[in-house]
């Protein structure tokens, strides 16, 4: 699966369809320039800072998708946003989240997970992946 860079025009409205089972609702303006998609599975995004440090949010899949499309686009997703990251610069990309799942996924991309309650995960983007990612 290869995603493509978000476009707010073609794909707003389907993360709000997404988003629909939580009662959620998201404008354009609060979402960053850099994001990417896999077409009818998955988004995620990349938030930039003024230092050396990013992050990697509003990951998100399309429901009623079996666990291993899932997997393929938002894997696909997390790779797009990491080598963004990278190519623009940036030293270290960090996440968060309170699922259990996000972290063991991030940990299989090399982030380390760095604290209690929520989890929090870092990447170190001057060190190479992971093998197999």
């Known amino acids: 699966m290869k995603p493509v860079r978000f476009d707010p025009k073609v794909h707003h409205e389907l993360l709000n369809l997404w988003r629909k089972p ?42 009623g998708l079996t666990k291993e499309d899932r997997n393929e686009a938002v894997n696909a997703i997390v790779a797009a946003v990491r080598d963004e990251a990278r190519r623009q610069g940036f030293k270290l990309l960090l996440g968060y989240s309170q699922l259990d799942a996000i972290k063991n996924r991030a940990e299989r991309f090399g982030f380390m997970h760095v604290g209690p309650g929520y989890h929090m995960v870092a990447l170190d983007l001057t060190k190479p992946d992971p093998p197999g990612l």
Request: net charge negative; no cysteine.
């Open 22 to 63: 939580w009662d959620e609702t998201m404008t354009p303006d609060a979402l960053p320039e850099y994001g990417f998609v896999v077409p009818d599975k998955a988004a995620g995004f990349l938030y930039r800072t003024d230092s050396s440090v990013a992050l990697i949010e509003g990951i998100i899949a399309a429901p």
